[in-house]
């Protein structure tokens, strides 16, 4: 909500001053921390109904009012929708309207669900091919050290002296080459 409300004012302040309540200042201001969450379960349920009902009643004027800034070019606008409906159940049948908290077993895979609004751009940016071959690099060093540590171990030195620890880091990158090449 935070994330969104502030790319919508970016946008639009006018349009944002006209909508939104005045507690919604107080409740979305500041960025949410722990430290900020009511203790108690029951208060904390509470408030994440709240939150939900908040960020459905915000897409309801956003995608209803033709003046508002078009939410297919806010991205903080998509995130908030598909946040709300992987962790928010809503039934929006006349008489029967509803909105609870999904349960774990009722949420999409970890692989697809979205934790955080910045959850969009990061999964975007990670289909580039920059991303991929930043990726590549970085897996091929992390696996050398995991090797290099389970089967070399490299935690520790087995001298005291830099020139005998530098004589050992060779020693041992030595070994990983070798066993490579041997697995290879």
Not at 151 to 178: K, W
Request: hydrophobic share 35%; proline share 5%; charged share 25%.
């Amino acid at each position: 909500m935070h994330h969104a409300l502030n790319q919508l004012s970016e946008v639009d302040p006018a349009w944002v001053r006209q909508w939104v309540p005045r507690e919604w200042y107080d409740r979305y201001g500041l960025r949410a921390a722990r430290g900020r969450l009511p203790k108690e379960t029951g208060k904390r349920e509470a408030l994440a109904l709240q939150i939900g009902a908040d960020g459905y009643q915000l897409l309801e004027w956003v995608w209803g009012d033709e003046r508002a800034p078009s939410p297919r070019i806010l991205p903080a606008l998509e995130g908030l929708r598909q946040i709300w409906l992987q962790h928010y159940y809503r039934c929006t049948v006349p008489g029967l309207e509803d909105l609870r908290w999904r349960t774990t077993d009722e949420r999409p895979p970890a692989a697809v669900l979205m934790q955080s609004p910045y959850d969009l751009e990061a999964r975007q940016r990670q289909e580039t091919t920059e991303f991929e071959e930043k990726y590549a690099l970085r897996s091929g060093v992390e696996s050398s050290l995991s090797q290099g540590t389970r089967r070399f171990e490299l935690r520790r030195s087995r001298y005291i002296g830099l020139a005998r620890t530098h004589l050992q880091q060779l020693l041992n990158a030595t070994a990983m080459h070798v066993a490579r090449v041997m697995a290879w």
